[in-house]
């Protein structure tokens, strides 16, 4: 089981960019591939990008490929989501969370096992 802690949200303009870090305790973080999700009040949350354990592989939604970037540091035991031109629709509360996986990543709720608390990104018009 690994521990998962979110920083960095806050508020953004339009346009503007944010980067999120999603610090790992208790495990090692190259043992897990890692993904970022997201939620509005009374929606569900949505995968919106993932890395493999190695970041041999990466994955966007297409509402935020080409905005935002994955990556990681498993030697600092960190992951991050760059986010870039951000847009009042990307207003939510954000979260990484981890799951063993020998290749590639998802982007699936079901098979995520351990979560980080959120962070919330609130982006303003």
């Known amino acids: 089981q690994v521990q998962l802690q979110e920083s960095g949200g806050g508020l953004a303009q339009a346009g503007g960019s944010l980067r999120l870090s999603c610090v790992a305790s208790?495990?090692?973080?190259?043992?897990?591939?890692i993904a970022w999700f997201r939620q509005v009040p009374g929606k569900g949350r949505e995968g919106v990008a993932c890395?493999?354990?190695?970041?041999?592989?990466?994955y966007y939604v297409d509402r935020v490929r080409g905005r935002f970037t994955i990556s990681r540091d498993n030697d600092k035991r960190v992951a991050y989501l760059q986010m870039n031109n951000l847009n009042p629709d990307d207003t939510a509360v954000y979260y990484c969370?981890?799951?063993?996986?020998?290749?590639?990543?998802?982007?699936?709720?079901?098979?995520?096992?351990?979560w980080g608390q959120g962070t919330q990104v609130t982006v303003s018009s």
């Open positions: 208790g495990s090692a973080l190259v043992d897990y591939a």
């Open positions: 969370a981890a799951h063993r996986r020998e290749y590639g990543c998802s982007t699936a709720m079901t098979e995520h096992t351990d």
């Open positions: 890395i493999s354990r190695r970041a041999r592989s990466t």
